[in-house]
């Protein structure tokens, strides 16, 4: 039995997502810029995706969204596009400490230019406290950058109490929504906030495929210098067939997220309380409730994540700590530092991330095996041993 419990890593494709996509890698190949009828054709089938999007996300106006080739890339052209644009009012950024590193290594590539960035903290349960964003404004402040759900802990952050609070004019409000698209219901007038990016290959949709809310009169200077695709704010030949697989995936995702999220819930909560409950030693990070319903995030303390991960690799289960680009290696993770979790004493997180295929017997499989793997583990690091393997990659 191979069983995937890393869906915040990736996700497996949407039969449905595929089978929209395939005519356009197809016979329908058409460059969406041509004016002929192939062009047209690919067109057309763009600007329908580009509709689905916007209305998933309560967005007016489809033309609010620009498609990219990535969640990396919609965060780096929102920060950097919006910082950019505001260099003239102001050079001060704000975001948290626990973003993700699309996020985080994007703002310090900002200051080497020259923008200085506060890194807000968050609680002991990855919380943050809107009070402090609005405290920690300033006169020169030009945007704020803060994830809607974090991909480590699942936890969520108070995105529109927080657009209450620190929305100013002048001050641009970016949010992360990569892990919260079709897992959180989102709407970007009751968030509101000015851009929002999410991914394809998150929500059962390709990989290669994202797309950013730009809400109207939000200025961005591009960051891809070519043709005039996507009105100018992202040069480059549109990738059809995946922005189809996206909006298909989006309306499948959006359309079961109540059922599922109950579902998911009820899986993680029983996974959760069998691990607490069957080894001692085990703890949860982040907040209870105020967490996505598929993820869960557990240390063990005494036992190393990347032999966790291995040893239960090696069984067929597929879990992850931190996020899928960095579980390779041994850094850790700044989201349970700065949460104040130690993680040499206590630990470092194993991420259990739930999806549409994850069933109950995959979930007690899992807790039957885990018991024992631990207790292996700790025992060759209480023998000196070595960890079963460090080199996971
Ligand atoms: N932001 C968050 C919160 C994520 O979890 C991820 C991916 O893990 C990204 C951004 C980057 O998205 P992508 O993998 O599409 O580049």
């Known amino acids: 039995m191979r069983i995937y419990l890393d869906h915040n890593a990736t996700t497996p494709m949407r039969p449905e997502a595929l089978e929209a996509m ?22 057309r089938a763009l600007e329908e995706a580009r509709q689905v999007i916007a209305s998933a996300i309560g967005a007016r106006e489809k033309e609010s969204i620009v498609f990219v080739s990535s969640g990396t890339e ?15 009012r102001g050079r001060h950024i704000l975001t948290s400490a626990v973003e993700h590193h699309a996020v985080l290594n994007t703002c310090r590539s900002l ?9 807000l903290p968050v609680d002991s349960e990855g919380l943050i406290d ?9 006169a020169d402040t030009i945007l704020i950058s803060l994830m809607h759900a974090n991909n480590e802990t699942g936890v969520i952050f108070p995105i529109a109490k927080i657009g209450q609070l620190a929305r100013q004019p002048g001050i641009v409000f970016h949010t992360d929504a990569v892990q919260a698209f079709g897992r959180l219901p989102i709407d970007v007038e009751a968030l509101g906030v000015d851009l929002l990016s999410l991914s394809g290959h998150k929500i059962h949709g390709p990989k290669g495929i994202a797309a950013l809310y730009v809400r109207p009169g939000t200025r961005m200077v591009p960051h891809l210098h070519g043709g005039q695709q996507e009105r100018g704010r992202r040069a480059g030949t549109e990738n059809v067939a995946a922005a189809i697989g996206l909006a298909r995936a989006a309306e499948l995702s959006v359309g079961s997220m109540d059922v599922e999220a109950d579902r998911l819930r009820r899986l993680r909560d029983r996974l959760e309380a069998g691990i607490l ?10 907040h209870t409730d105020r967490r996505l319903p598929n993820t869960s995030n557990i240390s063990f303390r005494g036992a190393d994540e990347e032999s966790l991960i291995f040893a239960l690799d090696l069984e067929g289960i597929a879990v992850s700590a931190g996020a899928a680009c960095t579980s390779g290696s041994l850094e850790p993770s700044h989201v349970l530092q700065a949460m104040g979790r130690r993680p040499d004493i206590d630990g470092g997180g194993l991420r259990f991330s739930l999806g549409a295929g994850t069933t109950e017997a995959e979930i007690e499989c899992a807790l039957d095996l885990l018991p024992g793997l631990v ?19």
């Not at 809107?130 to 300033?138: A, D, F, H, M, T």
């Not at 409950?277 to 982040?286: D, L, P, S, T």
């Open 74 to 88: 919609a965060d780096n052209l929102a920060i950097k596009g919006a910082a950019w644009a505001g260099r003239p």
């Open 22 to 43: 395939m005519p356009y890698l197809g016979a329908r190949f058409g460059n969406a810029n041509s004016i002929h009828g192939w062009g047209r054709e690919a067109k």
């Open 130 to 138: 809107p009070e402090s964003v609005q405290r920690s404004l300033r």
């Open 111 to 119: 200051e080497e230019q020259g923008f200085e960035v506060t890194y």
């Open 375 to 393: 207790e292996r583990i700790r025992a060759a690091a209480a023998s000196g041993r070595p960890a079963p393997a460090l080199a996971y990659g």
């Open 277 to 286: 409950g069957r080894i001692e030693g085990a703890q949860r990070n982040g």
